[in-house]
Structures are given as C-alpha cells and as structure tokens.
C-alpha cells in the first residue's frame, strides 16, 4: 500500500483528510458506513490510467465519484481509494452543423444545458438533478422527465472513451464494434453477452443486454464497474422554438390518470409527471399555494411549434376539463420566470422526501418500478391496495414519470420497527413488476442496495452473467465494488 500510496503522489492531488474524504461519502441513497483511505484527482486521462493499472496490480478497490447525486449508494466506497472525476470538467467541443457535443466526464449538465443553448442546440435527456456530471448519467443511463419524449441517456451517445481495469484506453463509437447472437468481438477479443431478456420498458437494471447489441451500449448503464468513462459524444437537436409547463389538480387520482393517459396521445407533450395526495401533503409546507381540495396533480410540459401556437392553450385547456381538473386552480408557466419555478416544484419532490428519510435516520425505501402501457392500472392498483393497509406505520408516496408507466413510491418507516416491513413491501412491488414483463430499476441503477432485486429479476443465472461480464473487462474487481453484483 505504501509503494501504491507514494507511485501515485507524484502524479497527482490526493487527499487523505478524514474532514475531506467525508464529503464523498454520502449521495441520496442515505447509506450508512462508507470509508475510503484517500481520494485521487486526476486531471486527464494518463493520470487516470496509472492510478488503474497500479491498483489493478495490488488489488486495491477504486470508487468512482462524480457528483454525488445518485439514490443508490454507488459512488460510495466500503474500503480502498476514491477516484474523483471532478477535474475532468472541459466541454472539448460543440458542433453546430453536426449537432454533436464532447465533452469530458466531469461536466455537470447545468454547464453543458448552458453552452450548447449559446448554439441554438439542446441535449435532450433530463434528468432530475442538473449538477449530474455527464459521465455520471452515462453510467446510470439515468433518464428523466423528458424521457417521456427522447428516451433516456443511452439515446444520445454516440462515442466514449473508457479506461479499463488494465490501463488500456478504449476510444468506443457507436456501431463500430456490433455483437453476432450472443457473441461481441473487439480489438481481437470475444466475449458472450448475457442470454437474459430484458424488459421492452425503460430500465437500467444492470448490464444492457440485446441480440446484435452494440458494445458502447454495455458501458452506458454499468455503473463504474467495468472502465472509467472520460469522454463523451453527445446527440444534440435544436432547441425548442418554445415550450410552456401547467401543473393541473385534480381532486382524485382516477381523473389525473385520465388526463395522462389522453396527453400521452399528443406529439406535443415533452414531460409528464404525477404527485399522488400524499406528496402534495409533503410539499404544502413549502407551497402553501396548492388547492385544498388537489387529491393529485399533473406536470405537462409541452412544446410550441408552428403548427400548435395559435391554439395550444385552448386546445390542452380542453383536455384538462374533459379530466375534471379545475382550470382556475392550474399553475401556467409562459415565461422563463414561471417555468424555471414549475420546474423546481417538481425537482423540489426528491428532495423532500430525502429529508424525510435523514429525519427519520434510515436508508431509502424506494422502488424504481417501469411496467408495460397496458399493465400500468393494474401495478397502480396493486400500489394502493397495498399502501392503505399501512398508513398508521409509514408514510408514502407516489410521484414521478407517469407517461413512461414509471413512478417513484418512497416508504419511510415512522418507527424502528417497521422497518423491515418497508423492506418487503418493496419486495412485493418488485415481483409485481416482474410478473407483469416490467423492471425493477428503470432510471436508478442498482447500485449497493438493490441486489436482491436484481436477482430476483434475472434469477441466479443472469447474475452469474453478469459476473462473467465484470470478470471480463476487471479481473481483480476492482472497479466501484459492490455496484451491481458483488464480484469476489
């Protein structure tokens, strides 16, 4: 350790501060107990590949971290080194006429939003929380609410560098290295891609799996655990010619299903979300604005276009008023003021019920359910039908993207002892999805905390491929421990 400790101090910032290393060791997830014995900085990617090669050497555990911000316990470190990618923040490039951004790991999609919109370009995915750093999302293939239009991270990435276990730089683009059935080959290696099928929803449930699968798709989603992602070749479009938001109420949860499902018909709807009762209980404390009679709400984000903006407020004024929700009541945002304070009403949610969880000093209670379009009534059902049995020991919610049949239900157990009880609920919510051809984790990852879920999605057999995969690209299991599948 000695030897590894004084190869790299000649290359880069490190720190061993216990004050320091602290701040790494916490995301959403509220996971308790990580440690690490220092943390390195690195700056480019030779830097990066030393550190690998010499802790791949001495077996020593590398952590990931980039911006904290995941819900699943993944960038925190149970022994070994933290890598931080924090350094590695340059947008390298934006091309207008190709509509292609690279950029390195470490820049936060705030920063990317910001210099892509000066080319009249956007990188579509969205996910929740904008000081995500890109290589961050790549790993997690996070999506959000505007999924519901583009799909999630995967969609946009056409090229990565990724640094192996090894040491060895991987320069991937998308189509140039295609598997044949269940076989991959590059750079004069072959390896079996997982036989396991995955569900046709949104899913980030452990390694990407498809008959004639690209190779780029395996990294994007793998969370850390087979390379260290340092560039990336983002998708871009042009940006919206407008767009305008409403957050619609709606007396009872049957009518605020109704209008979803009527919006999801329209080429216009970019984002659509939903806040059960309980949620907007939640939020009341600080929205004191929300109509006392709301039992749900809806978030609509729609875009202006030639063909829709002499009549687009008539025409969803309508759609809300077939559904029953109140017209006088919604919350119309026009102007980048009162989008920017919809937005952070529904970007506000996540972080309310983490405080909840770190109120009540326990580890999140969450599923990350996705369920087929026609099953989506039924997993509902099966939510409340379950819940309203336990009002008296948890507090609930339900909230998230709807348009993709996704949401969020966060149980926090208001005694110790009931504990446990969330913690098999959220069991049973899983094989609900399952049996019903959904998945376990569509957005979040696995992370440490959910492989049990994992399993119970794929059974032993896709773990063992999994296992195999990992093996693959880190022999030593080196690369974030932990993450996905517990690699020996």
């Excluded at 000695?2 to 701040?23: C, G, R, W």
């Excluded at 190709?98 to 910001?114: C, D, H, R, S």
């Excluded at 690209?214 to 850390?224: A, K, P, R, V």
């Excluded at 819940?387 to 008296?392: A, H, T, V």
Aim: glycine content about 8%.
């Amino acid at each position: 350790m000695q030897l590894f400790v004084y190869v790299i101090i000649i290359i880069m910032l490190k720190k061993t501060d216990k004050s320091e290393i602290n701040s790494y060791l916490e995301d959403s997830s509220n996971l308790k107990g990580g440690f690490a014995e220092g943390i390195f900085l690195p700056e480019n990617e030779h830097e990066i590949s030393e550190i690998l090669k010499e802790s791949s050497s001495k077996s020593i555990p590398l952590t990931i971290s980039g911006g904290n911000t995941g819900t699943t316990g993944g960038c925190i470190p149970f022994g070994g080194w933290i890598l931080g990618t924090e350094k590695l923040n340059k947008i390298i490039n934006i091309d207008k006429k190709k509509m292609i951004a690279t950029a390195e790991t470490g820049v936060m999609l705030e920063t990317l939003y910001n210099e892509t919109k000066k080319f009249g370009l956007l990188y579509p995915p969205d996910p929740t929380e904008w000081t995500a750093f890109l290589g961050g999302t790549v790993a997690t293939n996070a999506s959000g609410s505007r999924s519901f239009k583009f799909g999630a991270t995967r969609n946009w990435i056409n090229r990565i560098k990724v640094i192996l276990a090894s040491g060895k730089v991987l320069n991937v683009k998308r189509g140039e290295y295609k598997a044949n059935k269940n076989l991959l080959k590059f750079n004069k290696h072959i390896f079996g891609i997982p036989n396991y099928k995955m569900p046709n929803v949104k899913s980030s449930a452990g390694y990407f799996s498809s008959p004639d699968m690209d190779l780029i798709d395996l990294f994007i989603g793998s969370e850390g655990t087979l390379g260290v992602i340092t560039e990336i070749e983002v998708a871009l479009i042009p940006e919206f010619k407008d767009t305008f938001d409403i957050i619609s109420f709606f007396e009872n949860e049957k009518d605020a299903v109704s209008f979803v499902y009527n919006a999801k018909k329209s080429e216009e709807t970019l984002t659509l979300e939903y806040f059960d009762f309980n949620s907007l209980e939640l939020l009341r404390g600080s929205y004191n604005n929300i109509p006392k009679n709301a039992g749900a709400a809806v978030y609509l984000e729609v875009e202006i276009t030639e063909k829709n903006e002499q009549n687009h407020l008539d025409f969803w004024a309508d759609k809300l008023q077939s559904s029953n929700s109140d017209i006088e009541t919604s919350w119309l945002g026009m102007n980048d003021k009162q989008k920017e304070d919809l937005r952070k009403f529904r970007h506000s949610m996540p972080e309310h019920i983490n405080e909840e969880f770190k109120k009540h000093n326990t580890i999140k209670f969450a599923s990350d359910i996705a369920v087929p379009d026609d099953k989506f009534d039924e997993m509902l059902a099966f939510y409340n039908s379950t819940l309203n049995k336990y009002n008296n020991e948890l507090l609930w919610v339900k909230f998230g993207h709807i348009g993709q049949n996704h949401l969020h239900v966060n149980l926090v157990p208001k005694k110790e002892e009931y504990i446990p009880l969330a913690k098999n609920i959220i069991m049973e919510f899983v094989r609900k999805a399952i049996k019903l051809k959904g998945t376990c984790s569509a957005e979040h990852g696995i992370g440490k905390i959910k492989h049990d879920y994992l399993r119970e999605m794929y059974g032993d057999k896709g773990i063992s491929e999994m296992e195999i995969i990992k093996k693959f690209f880190d022999p030593n299991c080196i690369l974030n421990k932990g993450n996905i599948i517990s690699c020996h």
